[in-house]
């Protein structure tokens, strides 16, 4: 017999763990009866980052009309999805959130009233983080967010506007900060484009040359000397050049200083150096840890609370098993905002609560045109099938959160235009 009454859900932010949260309450059985679920988001849509990298390079030939399909494949309407709103039950708010009081349980909401929870999911996500940087987050190009994706495509269009058709043009640098996933799949895009410009005559080979600068000793370390090798292989392929072991002192309009003295000049300055938690997060008194991000117990509740849990970029959590910091990938993000639904519903049934395992199958990496480098617990794979395999997880990804006919419209409208620069 229950005893408990009707509980008030709010997730705030609506990425992969947010969703995510979301949607395991949703299959919860008694969900309808036991708890009120509240999807918060300062935009309408949820952002495939995954997929972001194409629109900061999405082929600048592209049609007018097909203007209008560049984010339509990353960016997925919340209020659109039906399962989501109407079959589930779960209500979307789209407000932006000033701050939290969690000792009398409510949600600060900039031009709407505050938001009263029994139960607080905090998954906010991340933002670009300059580590004190001077002039860094004033002149570079950070890639986490639409209108950050659109900016560096802009300025990409600029830069290969100014030596279309130019016999002797003078040359222009684009430096990327960070060998990372995002640093690698934006390089290897922007450099398999410029390929295809310089074979078609538009633009001479060295006139938009693409240098990466590295603080470790290689792209993708964190992956293995393997991967790291046949990720710098295809880039240097591509033509890129590296710095590693480098490190940014200082940023000035059209160049940087660097660790060892010397200036390095720019055309275009991409930031892939790094993340930290979201700033709403480092500002509303809970306990931190790491990168500004939230201290957690291993079942997620936030340390020295019994109702607020984090999941996602905003979340501190060691992996017991290698004593390392959890990657910020999205299948990880994506298990965490289901351990945290679970372990809601259990408290709410006065169950034990389950520790967080952190597990993935593998990973996918483009590197420019359709080539990827993909790793699973049983194979290691480059090239066209490894593309594949990639495009298989993005449907993957988008049938898990919708049906399969609003999946493949998504997919496709997004390929349209994407596949125009491979």
Not at 65 to 75: F, K, N, P, S
Not at 328 to 352: C, D, F, K, S
Request: net charge positive; proline share 5%.
């Amino acid at each position: 017999m229950k005893t408990h009454l009707r509980q008030q859900v709010v997730i705030l932010g609506g990425g992969f763990a947010g969703l995510a949260a979301a949607l395991e309450l949703a299959r919860q059985a008694g969900f309808r009866h036991d708890y009120n679920v509240i999807l918060v988001d300062q935009n309408c849509y949820h952002l495939y980052h995954g997929l972001l990298y194409e629109v900061a390079t999405a082929g600048f030939n592209i049609n007018p009309q097909d203007l209008a399909y560049l984010h339509g494949g990353v960016c997925i309407r919340l209020k659109a999805l039906g399962e989501l709103v109407t079959k589930r039950q779960i209500d979307f708010m789209q407000v932006t959130v000033t701050g939290v009081d969690w000792r009398q349980q409510r949600v600060v909401c900039d031009q709407q009233a505050d938001l009263v929870y029994s139960q607080l999911v905090i998954a906010l996500g991340a933002e670009a983080a300059d580590y004190g940087i001077p002039g860094l987050a004033q002149y570079s190009f950070p890639l986490g967010t639409i209108p950050e994706a659109l900016a560096i495509r802009g300025r990409l269009q600029t830069l290969v506007a100014v030596q279309r058709g130019q016999p002797h043009p003078s040359p222009k640098r684009i430096v990327i900060v960070g060998g990372g996933f995002t640093g690698v799949e934006t390089a290897g895009e922007i450099l398999h484009y410029l390929r295809r410009l310089q074979r078609r005559g538009v633009i001479v080979p060295g006139s938009v040359t693409v240098e990466m600068v590295e603080g470790g000793e290689g792209v993708m370390r964190a992956l293995g000397p393997r991967v790291s090798e046949m990720a710098h292989r295809r880039l240097t392929a591509l033509g890129a050049t590296f710095r590693f072991n480098t490190r940014i002192t200082a940023v000035q309009p059209s160049t940087m200083t660097l660790d060892r003295g010397e200036s390095l000049g720019y055309d275009l300055l991409l930031w892939a150096g790094g993340i930290q938690a979201n700033r709403l997060v480092r500002s509303i008194g809970l306990p931190l840890a790491g990168r500004g991000q939230l201290s957690v117990e291993p079942t997620l509740q936030v340390v020295g609370t019994t109702n607020v849990w984090a999941a996602g970029d905003c979340l501190a959590f060691t992996d017991p098993l290698s004593k390392q910091p959890i990657p910020q990938i999205a299948p990880l993000a994506i298990a965490a905002g289901r351990t945290v639904a679970r372990n809601i519903v259990r408290r709410l049934h006065g169950r034990p609560l389950r520790r967080f395992s952190p597990a993935y199958a593998g990973f996918v990496i483009p590197v420019g045109g359709m080539y990827a480098i993909a790793r699973t617990h049983w194979f290691l794979l480059s090239g066209f099938l490894a593309w594949l395999l990639r495009k298989l997880v993005d449907f993957n990804y988008f049938t898990s959160i919708m049906s399969w006919r609003k999946a493949w419209r998504v997919f496709i409208r997004g390929a349209r235009v994407y596949l125009k620069n491979d």
